[in-house]
C-alpha cells in the first residue's frame, strides 16, 4: 500500500494551503498528518479515523488546521489557513491498519507513509 500526497508548495504568510493524501490499496483505520521542519523533530499535526468522526489537531495548531475525510474516494485532507513562516515544513501522510484509540499522536504507531510534500511560507 502507498500513500499519494500532493498540494504543498510556496505560499505567503496568511495564506492557505490544503494537502491531500489518498491511499493506494486497502483502507486504514486511522491517517495523520506529521511535519518536520528544519533541524527539528518530525511532529503530530492532526488525525482522524476512518469512518471520520473522531479528529484531533495538535493544541497549537487548533484554529488554523483541520482534518478531514472523503470516505467516498478515500482520501485525507489537511486544510491549513492562516499559514506562518514556522509552519514551514515537509508534511507528511500517515496511516494505521490499526485502530490507534488514545496513541493517535505517536508515529510509531503508523504503518505506512507518504513520500512527503513541502509546504515554504515567506514572503
Known amino acids: 500500500a502507498q500513500l499519494i500526497e500532493s498540494g504543498g508548495g510556496l505560499v505567503q504568510p496568511g495564506g492557505s494551503l490544503r494537502l491531500s493524501c489518498a491511499p493506494s490499496?486497502?483502507?486504514?483505520?486511522?491517517y495523520a498528518w506529521f511535519r518536520q521542519g528544519p533541524q527539528s523533530e518530525r511532529e503530530f499535526v492532526a488525525a482522524?479515523?476512518?469512518?471520520?468522526?473522531?479528529?484531533y489537531v495538535a493544541h497549537s495548531l487548533e484554529g488554523r488546521f483541520a482534518i478531514s475525510r472523503d470516505i467516498a474516494n478515500n482520501t485525507a485532507y489537511l486544510q491549513m489557513n492562516n499559514l506562518k513562516p514556522e509552519d514551514t515544513a515537509v508534511y507528511y501522510c500517515?496511516?494505521?491498519?490499526?485502530?490507534?484509540?488514545?496513541?493517535?499522536?505517536?508515529?510509531?504507531?503508523?504503518?505506512?507513509w507518504g513520500q512527503g510534500t513541502q509546504v515554504t511560507v515567506s514572503s
Open positions: 500517515a496511516a494505521s491498519k490499526y485502530f490507534l484509540g488514545s496513541y493517535y499522536s505517536d508515529r510509531g504507531k503508523y504503518t505506512t
Open positions: 482522524i479515523d476512518r469512518s471520520a468522526v473522531t479528529r
Open positions: 490499496g486497502p483502507r486504514f483505520e486511522h
